[in-house]
C-alpha cells in the first residue's frame, strides 16, 4: 500500500456534522439519512461534484467531527441545517480503496504504513475521504488524504 503525494491547496466543504467516536460513528447513516435530504442544494453549489467526509479534531481526546459534504465556493453561505468548514492546505499521503474496504485502508494507514513510513501526521489539517462524483456502489474508488510530514529524527 504504498500513496501518492499531492500538495492540497484549502477549500471549502458545506454539508451535516456527526459528533463522536469514529468506531462509534455510523457512516452510512450520516450518508444516507443526513446528508441525502439536503443532496440537491448542495450539489447546486458544488464546485467540482465530488463528495467528502472530513474528520475534524476536537478537544475531545478520541473525539471526531465527521463533516459529509461537498466542496463550495467561499461565498457560500450555509442554509440552516448545515455547516461549512474550511479545510486547510497540507501535503497528503493519498491512498487509493473502495467505498467497501475503507475502514481496512484508515486502519493500515494508521496502524502498518504510517508508523513505517518515515512520515508523521500532520494534526495542523485534516484527514479526508474524496469521493468522485461517479460513485455508486462498493466497488467504487475513494480517495484517503492524510495530511503528513517529513518525520523528524528518532529521540
Given at each position: 500500500m504504498?500513496?501518492?503525494?499531492k500538495?492540497?491547496?484549502a477549500f471549502?466543504?458545506?454539508?451535516?456534522?456527526?459528533?463522536g467516536?469514529?468506531?462509534?460513528?455510523?457512516f452510512?447513516?450520516i450518508?444516507?439519512?443526513?446528508?441525502?435530504?439536503?443532496?440537491?442544494?448542495?450539489?447546486a453549489?458544488?464546485?467540482?461534484?465530488?463528495?467528502?467526509?472530513i474528520?475534524?479534531?476536537?478537544?475531545e481526546a478520541?473525539?471526531i467531527?465527521y463533516?459529509a459534504?461537498m466542496?463550495?465556493s467561499e461565498?457560500?453561505?450555509?442554509?440552516?441545517?448545515?455547516?461549512?468548514?474550511?479545510v486547510?492546505?497540507?501535503q497528503d499521503?493519498?491512498?487509493?480503496?473502495?467505498?467497501?474496504?475503507?475502514s481496512e485502508?484508515?486502519?493500515?494507514?494508521?496502524?502498518?504504513?504510517l508508523?513505517?513510513?518515515?512520515?508523521?501526521?500532520?494534526?495542523?489539517?485534516?484527514?479526508?475521504?474524496?469521493?468522485?462524483?461517479?460513485?455508486t456502489?462498493?466497488d467504487?474508488?475513494?480517495?484517503?488524504?492524510?495530511p503528513?510530514q517529513?518525520a523528524?529524527p528518532a529521540?
Open positions: 504504498e500513496p501518492v503525494f500538495e492540497r491547496k471549502r466543504v458545506m454539508g451535516v456534522v456527526a459528533h467516536r469514529p468506531e462509534e460513528i455510523d452510512e447513516a450518508w444516507a439519512e443526513e446528508f441525502m435530504p439536503h443532496h440537491d442544494r448542495l450539489q453549489l458544488s464546485t467540482d461534484g465530488a463528495y467528502y467526509g474528520c475534524i479534531e476536537t478537544d478520541g473525539v467531527d463533516l459534504g466542496a463550495v461565498a457560500a453561505q450555509p442554509p440552516d441545517g448545515l455547516t461549512a468548514h474550511q486547510r492546505a497540507a499521503a493519498v491512498f487509493e480503496c473502495t467505498v467497501g474496504t475503507i485502508v484508515w486502519d493500515q494507514v494508521f496502524r502498518v504504513w508508523p513505517a513510513s518515515g512520515y508523521a501526521y500532520d494534526a495542523s489539517a485534516e484527514c479526508f475521504e474524496h469521493y468522485p462524483p461517479d460513485t456502489d462498493e467504487s474508488p475513494v480517495f484517503i488524504h492524510v503528513v517529513k523528524g529521540q
